[in-house]
Each structure stands twice: as structure tokens, then as C-alpha cells.
């Protein structure tokens, strides 16, 4: 089965860069990091990190970048936000190693209840509601895709408040936890910025702040991985769409709903081979081979939903695959093509989190990589290891506090061993059932990952 | 009309020292599946923040007595082992089940936390794309009735059936947002409230420069977008709907005792009362009950308001002014 699924980029890896803003530094022995990450507005800061043998990666806005002169002694370049190709070729231009930094991501946290208006809290009233996850992770797989061969994709955001005490005190330690272990968990690498409350707090030897940057440190070592073998991310459902934002918000549920996907655009279509995808969503018109491709794709056994496009909207011509006869419901037509079926829906998706409970349905409990109950705050990203015989899954708990997870994974294997931040890894209790395998992680606090192997 | 648009955002302004001397305190925990916020205006923000992380405990206390997802909780057990006779149960468990029997009695069976047989039933209906045949729902049907539940104060209770399941889903979260409040109030918290998940709050006093909490009930144009919530609680509830893989409409989880299936309905009914229990429980039952029937059932509960909102957000009907007393400071 690992062979039989979408793989999306070169081998998982992922590093969190911390970013320091005051001038005053704690010794790199106190921090027990060698890397900084300083904005280059603060030139005293980058002097002191400088010389007290810190490798520095300055900071830059993507504005700033065309008046931008490299700083010597610095290691690198971090651009934050876009940055048109002659520029980075002008910055490239100096031998410094420059990585661009997507700032479009959001520090991950579970929304408030409240909304706000001048000033006003208000409390909204509504039918029992499933937590909003703030995640990362639709961008995350949104970039893999753009360039699988790249190096991880490199995020930062800033600290944004969740509940009122939070304006006054900064990030608390989970929220810097979470941050960590969402960046880790999906393979991307962090710029993670520090409160400067905490950075205050660290540079004066306070306990408290000293406590939570040894767990801080923990995670980040946790999530640099350092494991055994090799990973690479995998999914089953392919997007076709010409523009992943404009779709943003339909991805963005579908990684809240635990569905692995990869982007692919219209044209790329007819080209690809679609291996390991079980569920197709096109979203954007396509050429006749990429009609065809569908049909095939459809033909071999995979599902694909064609849904808005102008090819299924009233009266337009006949597709390849309505040689078969139509079977209607309510919102939909489905056609029945070789081992496979492609559905039409007239209409473009409307509700982001219904479409993607639809197409959980529309997968079938059989074809999904990834199952979990009581785990509605948690998110799950599978790897396949790349001599096939093994997966990873990490998994996140945005709630941060510890709960019984019941997990689902297509396929069966004979060994799940559990790792979790600072406790030492263990072997899982598992049934195989239905073609797949399913066990409890014990108290899924915040981060932890999953190796399953399947033994000769 | 239709509804806001319900995105809550972040905070980015506030003052959280006012000018009457009160910090506000805000901090938030997830349990039963969602999200508890509670919001506290106090002159000392530690005493406010104590409390808050002690009311904030129970909250998470009582999803470890009242969850039937957890199969070691006090529900789950008790499922296990209270069919053959009385068994002893956690106060807080009583003191639910005790209301629900009231409830399920007072509105003739319409509210039932009995009717988890049911629920799966129709969830794996949902999964499979075939709904359940009539011999299995009337199969099902004779597993579920409030009245198979035996209560003995102070603290036993008896599950008089061999296949009687109980999900107190329809009420649990209300329950611990009382108990939350009750922690506040015995704290010496006067301004406080407590959102679980949007759909039960409550609220004690106000904030500074209100008369009390600024409640939006999600409905533009009809003048009844936003109440004033101080010493009472809220509550709404709406059939959710998920689609079959067939494309077809899903079932709703929120599934009817009497006819065994889910309530087709699409109205949105709020509940004000003063117990964020009973909200809970009946912003349900009303969903279940004709609506001339449902008003019956609210005569017997004092001070209780309510409104029936059509899936555009038109008022269908009302009972007593939802709309909170206009207070005086």
C-alpha cells in the first residue's frame, strides 16, 4: 500500500529558527543553540549575536529587499514574503545563502468563541460548533507541491493573541509548543519569533522562562528528525486547480479533516501519473487530454469529482466518460467508468467544511490514508518511508492538553511504536481490522509521532 | 436576511485594565469535543484568574464523568455495570440525569438522553449510505426511554433494560457551564460569562459600559441580532447535516425518540432561561416538539423566552421576548 500513495516532496525534514529581537543575548551555553534569527532593523542586536558566536540569519522584509547590502559575518538571508526572481538574483548575487520565508501562515491556535466589535466583545450564539483550527498545514502541502524538489518550506508569523490575558502576557509555552510541533509535524521549517517579554525573561536568568525554554529546546530537538530512515509526505487526493489560494479555503478544510492532498495544476494533468491518488477534485477547467486523463484515472479505479467546472455545467457537451449511463442525486451526477466512477456537480463548492466532509464520504472509510476519533483538535500528517516498508504519522493536538486518540491507518503492519517529547518511546497495543490497523495513542498532549512498521 | 457570517476574530485591542478599577480576564480550554471560553471582570485579576482555572477544571472533571466516548468515564461505566441493579454514581452524574428525567418528564418524553442507540444507529446509516430498515429502528426504538433510567438519591441509579444506552450530549455541556458559573460565583466573580462552543452561555453581571453581555443570535434585519445576556443563560441548537457519499443528503444527529428517526427539521431554535442546563436541554426538545407544543412545554419553566428562526433567519415564532430585559445600572 505505501507505494500506492502520492508522494509530495524530497525527504521530510523540518528545523525551527529561533528569531531574537533585544540586544542583550543569553550565551549560546545558556540558550544551548548556536543559530539566531535577527531583523535586520535591529543592527546592535546582529552585532551582539555576531560576537558572541551565533550563526545569524538576518531578517528582511520583502520590500526592503531591492536596498537590502549583505552584513558580514552573517550566514544567511531570510526574506520574508515574495520576492520578485530579479531580486532574489540580486541578493544571490552577494554568495549569501538566501531563503524566503511565506508569511501567509497563522500561529497556529484553536479560535476563540468571541468575535470583537468596536472594542465590544461579543458572544456569538450558534448551533454546538467543532473548534476552528488556525493550522498551517493546506500551505504547507500547497507549496510541497509547487516545488517538491525544494528545500522545506520556510514559515513565520507573528504572535497573534487568543484570549484577552494573552495581549498582556505574550505567548504562553504551549502556544510556542504547538507552534514547534505543527512545523515539525508537517515538514516545514520555522522562523519562530520569541515575545520579547520572554526574551527579557531568558536574558535575566528568570526560572520560570528558563523551565519552558528547556521544553522549548526539547521540542525543537524532537522535531529536527532525527530519525531512523527515510520519509517522504504522501497523499491520496489530488486537487486540480490552476490556482491553490483561490481554492485556499477548500484545501485548508480538507487538511482540517484529516484528508492528505496534494495540488496539481490543470495543465500538469494529462502528464501525470496520478499514483497513490484514490480521489481526484478538479476545480478548474480542463484541456481535452486532461478530460482524458480523468477518464482514465477514473477507468483504473479511482474517483474523481468534477465539480463547477464549465465541462459539467448545463448544457455543455458531451465528456469522455458519458459513454455511461448517469446516475442522478440530489446535487450530483455519477457515471460509472471501468473500475472507477466520475462524479459532476454543477456547482462549484460552497461551504469549504461541508465539501470536505463530503469528500471524506465520497473516499469511503476504506481509501482513507488516516482515521481518528475523539480527536477533533488534532491533525495527522502520514509519511511513507521511502524503502516502503514502514509509515510515519505524526499527529497534533492544537488543544495542548493530553487525550486518548483512537487512530485508524489503511494497511496493515506489525509493529506501532509511539514517540512523544520528552518520554520515552514506546510500543502500542493494535488490532488489524477491515485491511487496516488501529491503536490509542495513550495521552496525545500536543505533539507526537507514530513509526509503523511491518516486520518480514 | 440571512445569517452573519460567524468568524470570530482575534483580539487585537483592548484595554484590559478599566477605568472602574476591573481587569479583564479571559482564558479558554477545550472539553466535550469544543471549546470553553470564560471572560471575568474583577478588581483583583489574580483572584481572577484562580478561579477561572479552578471553574475551568471542572469543566474538564466533568467531560471525564460525562463523556460516552471515554469508555472509562463515569457514564460509561456506569452503561457497563448499572443494568443489573442500582450502582453508585458521581454527584455530578446524578445531578444531570436527575434533570434530564425532569426534562424528559416534563416535555413528555420529547427530550431523552436515552436516545444514543438511536443516535448510532442513524450514524452508521450515515456511513454506509442505506438507511436503517423499520424493523431495526423499531428494534432499536425498545432500547431507548427515559423512564428505563431508575434514579435513588442520593447518588444511584439503575438502568432498567438489558440494551438502554444514555448520551447526555444534549445537555452535558450546559450542565458544566452552570457548574462553571456556580465556581465564579462562589469565587466572588460578579461579572463573568461562560461560551461553550457558541452553543450554551452564560452570564453573570456585565462588562463596564453595559447593561450586560452583548449576545449576537446570528440573525440580520430582524431587530433581534443582539441581546443583552446578564444572569441567564443562552442556548441553540439546529439540525446539522452531513452528505452521503452518494451525494444525497446526510441524516442529522440530532434524531427524534418518538419516531425513531432524525428531525427533518431546519429551524434554528434559541432558548433563554436562567439554568444553562435547561437551555441546553430544551433549545433541544423544542427542535423535536411542533412549536405550539414546545410553547406549552417552556409555560412550565419560569422566565424562559424563545425564538424558532427559519434556516434564512426569519423569526417563525416566539415565546415571551428572547430579547433580555432592558437592565438599569
Same mark, same amino acid.
Given at each position: ?456 | ?166 448520551? *447526555?450530549? #444534549?445537555? /452535558?455541556?450546559?450542565? $458544566? !457551564?452552570?457548574? @462553571?458559573? %456556580?465556581? *465564579?460565583? #462562589?469565587? /466572588?466573580?460578579?461579572? $463573568? !460569562?461562560?461560551? @461553550?462552543? %457558541? ?131
Amino acid at each position: 500500500m505505501l507505494a500506492m500513495l502520492a508522494m509530495l516532496a524530497m525527504d521530510a525534514s523540518a528545523e525551527t529558527l529561533i528569531r531574537w529581537d533585544l540586544e542583550r543575548i543569553p550565551p549560546t551555553a545558556a540558550l544551548g543553540i548556536t543559530t539566531l534569527v535577527v531583523p535586520a532593523a535591529q543592527p546592535a542586536t546582529i552585532r551582539a549575536a555576531l560576537e558572541q558566536g551565533y550563526r545569524v540569519y538576518v531578517e528582511i522584509e520583502a520590500a526592503s529587499a531591492v536596498t537590502f547590502k549583505p552584513i558580514a559575518g552573517a550566514a544567511g538571508v531570510i526574506v520574508k514574503g515574495t520576492l520578485p526572481a530579479a531580486q532574489l538574483d540580486r541578493l544571490a548575487q552577494y554568495g549569501t545563502p538566501v531563503r524566503i520565508a511565506d508569511d501567509r501562515g497563522k500561529w497556529p491556535h484553536i479560535r476563540t468563541n468571541w468575535v470583537t466589535r468596536n472594542k465590544d466583545v461579543l458572544q456569538v450564539t450558534n448551533r454546538s460548533s467543532q473548534p476552528w483550527l488556525e493550522n498551517n498545514e493546506a500551505l504547507v502541502r500547497i507549496a510541497m507541491a509547487r516545488a517538491p524538489a525544494a528545500p522545506p518550506v520556510l514559515l513565520t508569523y507573528t504572535w497573534q493573541p487568543v484570549t484577552v490575558s494573552d495581549l498582556d502576557r505574550g505567548p504562553r509555552l504551549e502556544n510556542y509548543l504547538v507552534a514547534i510541533a505543527e512545523a515539525g509535524s508537517f515538514g516545514a521549517d520555522l522562523v519562530l519569533p520569541l515575545h520579547q517579554r520572554f526574551e527579557e525573561a531568558l536574558v535575566n536568568g528568570d526560572p520560570d522562562a528558563r523551565a519552558d525554554w528547556a521544553e522549548i529546546t526539547r521540542f525543537v530537538a524532537f522535531y529536527a528528525w532525527n530519525v531512523p530512515f527515510q520519509h517522504q509526505a504522501v497523499a491520496n487526493v489530488g486537487v486540480v486547480t490552476a490556482d491553490p489560494m483561490r481554492a485556499f479555503e477548500l484545501m485548508n478544510l480538507l487538511a482540517r479533516h484529516n484528508l492528505p492532498f496534494v495540488s496539481i495544476a490543470p495543465s500538469a494533468l494529462a502528464a501525470h501519473e496520478l499514483t497513490g491518488i484514490d480521489l481526484l477534485i478538479v476545480l478548474d477547467d480542463l484541456d481535452d487530454r486532461g478530460l482524458q486523463r480523468v477518464d482514465a484515472f477514473a477507468n483504473a479505479g479511482g474517483t474523481a469529482l468534477v465539480a463547477g467546472t464549465a465541462a459539467v455545467k448545463p448544457g455543455a457537451a458531451a465528456l469522455p466518460w458519458h459513454r455511461s449511463a448517469p446516475v442522478k442525486s440530489e446535487r450530483r451526477v455519477s457515471y460509472t467508468v471501468g473500475k472507477g466512477r466520475v462524479v459532476e456537480s454543477p456547482t462549484a463548492p460552497s461551504d469549504p467544511n461541508t465539501f470536505a466532509l463530503d469528500m471524506r464520504q465520497l473516499l469511503g472509510s476504506g481509501r482513507r490514508i488516516v482515521d481518528i476519533w475523539n480527536g477533533i483538535t488534532v491533525l495527522v500528517a502520514p509519511y511513507a518511508r521511502r524503502s516502503g516498508d514502514g509509515m510515519l504519522l505524526t499527529a497534533l493536538n492544537y488543544a495542548a492538553q493530553p487525550l486518548p486518540i483512537q487512530v485508524r491507518v489503511r494497511g496493515t503492519f506489525s509493529r506501532v511504536q509511539y514517540e512523544a517529547p520528552g518520554q520515552p518511546a514506546a510500543l502500542l497495543p493494535f488490532e488489524h481490522r477491515d485491511d487496516g490497523t488501529e491503536f490509542v495513542l495513550p495521552a496525545l498532549r500536543i505533539g507526537a509521532r507514530i513509526f509503523l512498521t511491518r516486520l518480514p | 436576511m440571512r445569517f452573519v457570517e460567524r468568524v470570530a476574530v482575534v483580539l487585537l485591542a483592548c484595554t484590559c485594565l478599566h477605568a472602574d478599577g476591573l481587569v479583564l480576564i479571559h482564558a479558554q480550554r477545550y472539553a466535550m469535543g469544543t471549546m470553553f471560553d470564560i471572560v471575568a471582570y474583577h478588581a483583583s485579576g489574580q483572584k481572577a484568574e484562580r478561579a477561572i482555572e479552578v471553574a475551568l477544571a471542572e469543566i474538564v472533571r466533568l467531560d471525564h464523568v460525562l463523556s460516552h466516548f471515554d469508555p472509562e468515564s463515569d457514564l460509561a461505566k456506569l452503561v457497563r455495570t448499572g443494568r443489573t441493579g442500582f450502582v453508585g454514581v458521581d454527584p455530578a452524574l446524578y445531578d444531570v440525569l436527575s434533570q434530564s428525567m425532569e426534562i424528559s418528564r416534563r416535555s413528555g418524553g420529547g427530550f431523552d438522553v436515552t436516545v444514543g442507540p438511536l443516535v448510532r444507529l442513524w450514524q452508521n446509516a450515515q456511513a454506509t449510505g442505506h438507511p436503517p430498515s423499520p424493523e431495526a429502528i423499531a428494534k432499536t426504538k425498545r432500547c431507548v426511554g427515559y423512564e428505563k433510567v431508575q434514579l435513588m438519591p442520593p447518588d444511584r441509579v439503575h438502568l432498567n433494560s438489558d440494551c438502554v444506552s444514555i448520551d *447526555l450530549g #444534549g445537555i /452535558g455541556k450546559g450542565y $458544566a !457551564v452552570e457548574r @462553571a458559573m %456556580q465556581i *465564579l460565583q #462562589g469565587a /466572588g466573580i460578579e461579572h $463573568a !460569562v461562560v461560551n @461553550a462552543g %457558541q452553543s450554551s452561555i452564560a452570564a453573570i453581571g456585565h462588562p463596564p459600559d453595559r447593561a450586560g453581555w452583548m449576545v449576537d443570535l446570528g440573525v440580520d434585519g430582524t431587530g433581534l441580532g443582539e441581546i443583552e445576556l446578564r444572569d441567564s443563560s443562552i442556548s441553540t441548537s439546529r439540525q446539522g447535516r452531513v452528505p452521503m457519499a452518494s451525494g444525497d443528503r446526510g441524516y442529522g444527529d440530532i434524531i427524534d425518540p418518538a419516531r425513531g428517526r432524525p428531525v427533518e427539521s431546519t429551524v434554528t431554535v434559541i432558548v433563554r432561561i436562567l439554568s444553562a442546563t435547561q437551555a441546553d436541554a430544551l433549545s433541544t426538545t423544542l427542535l423535536l416538539l411542533p412549536i405550539e407544543e414546545g410553547k406549552r412545554v417552556l409555560e412550565g419553566f419560569p422566565g424562559a423566552a424563545a425564538v424558532w428562526l427559519s434556516a434564512t433567519g426569519d423569526v417563525i415564532s416566539m415565546h415571551r421576548d428572547i430579547r433580555a430585559p432592558r437592565w438599569k445600572r
